[in-house]
C-alpha cells in the first residue's frame, strides 16, 4: 500500500482504533525522549517573561502515554493534571525559551497532541498531525516509517487472542427449538450426555422439576439429597446458565440468546414474542430483573473485540443503539442489574457510568444476587463475597479450588474443580 491509500484506511477507521494505532506509533516518540534524556542531568530553562528558571518534568510523556492506556482500557482517567503540567513547558518551546533538538521537539509534540486528542481537550490537532510528527522523530524515511508502523498496528491486533469465554450451551438447533416455543425439541437438540446445566433448566421449564433437579445434581457436582440443597435447586435452578438463557420469576416468559440476537418466549404464546438484534455485538449473558430483560456482552468490529456493552428495560427491546458500553477487552464475569462485573487482575469493580472499585481481589468469576446488592467472586483460591450496602467482604477459606459462582436467594453455590459444589449464606 502507498502512503495515501495507509492513510485513506487510517482516517476510516472509528476513533477508537485511530487512538490504538496512534498510541502504537507513540512507542517511536517515547523512546526518542528517552534517548534524549538517558543520562539523567536536570534540563532547566529560563523564563524570559517572568524571570524565572523552571526544571523540565521527564516524566511528563510517559504519564501522558499511561493515561492513554487506562483510557484504552476502559478505566477512568482525569487527564487535567497531565494537560496542565504540559502548560508550561509547551509555552516555554513556542516562545523559544526552551530548546529540543528537532526530533525530540517533535517526538514531545506528538505524545502531548495525541493526548489532546483523545480527551478532546481544546483544540486538539487532526489525527494525521500526530503521525506527521512521529514520523519526523524517527531517522526513517517517511513513506518507509508509514508503511512500517500500519503494518505494526496490523500485526499487534491480528495477535490479540480470543477473549477466554467459556463455550455456551446455547447451540443452534437448541436456539431455533426454543424460538419456536418448542422445548422438548429443544431438550432433544442438546447434545451433551443428558448432563448439563442447560438441560437442566430447560427440563423445569417443561415442568419436570425432579428430573430437572437430578440433571443439575449431577451437572455440578453438588449433592441434591440433601434437604438444603435440594430446596435451593428447587428455587433457583434457573440462575444456573445467565450465558443462555433467562427465566422471568413467574415462570411465564424466557429469554435466550445467541450471537447477536435476543429472543423474548412466550410459554403461553408457544414461540417468540419479541426479538432484538444487537448488529456488531456477540451477546454474553443475560438476565430478568424487575421484569425487565438484561444482556451484556462484546462490541466488535472487523479486527476484533474492542468494547463491553450492557443494555435492559421492560420487555420491549428493539434494535437500536446500546445504553451502555465501556471501550477495552474484558470477560464479562457477571451482569448485574444495569452494570457489570469483568474479569480483572487485581480488582473487583463494579462497572456502571462510574468505576466503583469494591476492593483487591483477582476476579476469575462472579455472581450477583437478583437485587444487586450481593456480589461474589473468586480468584482461583478463595471466594469472596461482596456486600455493597455496607461495604463488608466475608472470604471463604478452602482447600480446594473453586471454578463457578452461582447466586440464588440469600446463598451462593460454590462449584468446585474436582466434581462437588457447596453452599454458603451471603451473610455468613
Not at 256 to 274: F, H, K, P, Q, T
Given at each position: 500500500m502507498s502512503r495515501l491509500e495507509i492513510m485513506a484506511a487510517f482516517t476510516a477507521l472509528p476513533k477508537y482504533r485511530r487512538c490504538q494505532a496512534m498510541r502504537m506509533a507513540c512507542r517511536d516518540a517515547i523512546e526518542v525522549w528517552r534517548r534524549y534524556r538517558a543520562d539523567g542531568k536536570p534540563l532547566e530553562y529560563f523564563d524570559g517573561v517572568v524571570g524565572m528558571h523552571h526544571a523540565v518534568d521527564d516524566t511528563l510523556p510517559q504519564r501522558a502515554l499511561d493515561d492513554l492506556d487506562r483510557w484504552l482500557r476502559g478505566e477512568p482517567v482525569d487527564p487535567k493534571p497531565t494537560d496542565t503540567a504540559y502548560a508550561e513547558p509547551i509555552v516555554a518551546m513556542q516562545d523559544d525559551d526552551l530548546d529540543f533538538p528537532d526530533e525530540v521537539e517533535q517526538a514531545y509534540y506528538a505524545i502531548y497532541n495525541l493526548h489532546r486528542i483523545v480527551f478532546e481537550i481544546p483544540i486538539p490537532p487532526e489525527d494525521h498531525v500526530v503521525?506527521?510528527?512521529?514520523?519526523?522523530?524517527?531517522?526513517?524515511?517517511?513513506?518507509?516509517?508509514?508503511?512500517?508502523?500500519?503494518?505494526?498496528?496490523?500485526?499487534?491486533?491480528?495477535?490479540?487472542?480470543?477473549?477466554?469465554?467459556?463455550?455456551?450451551?446455547?447451540?443452534?438447533?437448541?436456539?431455533?427449538a426454543?424460538?419456536?416455543?418448542?422445548?422438548?425439541?429443544?431438550?432433544?437438540?442438546?447434545?451433551?450426555?443428558?448432563?448439563?446445566?442447560?438441560?437442566?433448566?430447560?427440563?423445569?421449564?417443561?415442568?419436570?422439576?425432579?428430573?430437572?433437579?437430578?440433571?443439575?445434581?449431577?451437572?455440578?457436582?453438588?449433592?441434591?439429597?440433601?434437604?438444603?440443597?435440594?430446596?435451593?435447586?428447587?428455587?433457583?435452578?434457573f440462575a444456573l446458565v445467565p450465558e443462555a438463557i433467562a427465566v422471568a420469576?413467574?415462570?411465564?416468559?424466557?429469554?435466550?440468546?445467541?450471537?447477536?440476537?435476543?429472543?423474548?418466549?412466550?410459554?403461553?404464546?408457544?414461540?417468540?414474542?419479541?426479538?432484538?438484534?444487537?448488529?456488531?455485538?456477540?451477546?454474553?449473558?443475560?438476565?430478568?430483573?424487575?421484569?425487565?430483560?438484561?444482556?451484556?456482552?462484546?462490541?466488535?468490529?472487523?479486527?476484533?473485540?474492542?468494547?463491553?456493552?450492557?443494555?435492559?428495560?421492560g420487555l420491549q427491546p428493539r434494535s437500536r443503539e446500546v445504553r451502555n458500553e465501556v471501550h477495552g477487552r474484558r470477560v464479562i464475569a457477571a451482569l448485574g442489574p444495569n452494570w457489570i462485573i469483568a474479569r480483572h487482575e487485581t480488582d473487583v469493580v463494579v462497572i456502571d457510568s462510574r468505576w466503583d472499585p469494591l476492593g483487591p481481589a483477582k476476579v476469575c468469576d462472579a455472581a450477583v444476587s437478583a437485587d444487586g446488592r450481593f456480589i461474589a467472586t473468586h480468584d482461583g483460591a478463595r471466594v469472596s463475597i461482596w456486600d455493597r450496602d455496607d461495604g463488608t467482604v466475608m472470604v471463604l477459606e478452602s482447600e480446594r479450588t473453586p471454578r463457578r459462582l452461582v447466586i440464588g436467594g440469600a446463598q451462593v453455590l460454590v462449584l468446585w474443580a474436582g466434581g462437588s459444589a457447596t453452599l454458603h449464606d451471603l451473610t455468613g
Open positions: 503521525l506527521s510528527q512521529v514520523a519526523s522523530a524517527v531517522d526513517v524515511e517517511l513513506d518507509d516509517w508509514v508503511r512500517e508502523w500500519w503494518t505494526r498496528v496490523w500485526d499487534a491486533w491480528a495477535s490479540e487472542p480470543e477473549l477466554p469465554y467459556e463455550p455456551s450451551p446455547m447451540t443452534e438447533p437448541v436456539f431455533r426454543l424460538c419456536e416455543g418448542n422445548v422438548r425439541a429443544a431438550i432433544d437438540a442438546i447434545s451433551d450426555g443428558g448432563q448439563s446445566c442447560l438441560r437442566a433448566v430447560l427440563l423445569a421449564i417443561a415442568g419436570r422439576r425432579d428430573a430437572a433437579i437430578t440433571i443439575a445434581g449431577r451437572a455440578t457436582g453438588a449433592d441434591v439429597s440433601d434437604p438444603t440443597v435440594r430446596r435451593w435447586f428447587e428455587d433457583h435452578i420469576p413467574r415462570m411465564e416468559t424466557f429469554a435466550v440468546i445467541s450471537n447477536d440476537r435476543l429472543e423474548i418466549c412466550e410459554l403461553a404464546a408457544g414461540g417468540v414474542a419479541r426479538t432484538a438484534t444487537f448488529p456488531g455485538r456477540h451477546l454474553r449473558q443475560v438476565r430478568f430483573c424487575n421484569e425487565a430483560v438484561w444482556v451484556a456482552g462484546d462490541r466488535l468490529d472487523r479486527i476484533g473485540v474492542w468494547a463491553a456493552f450492557w443494555d435492559g428495560g
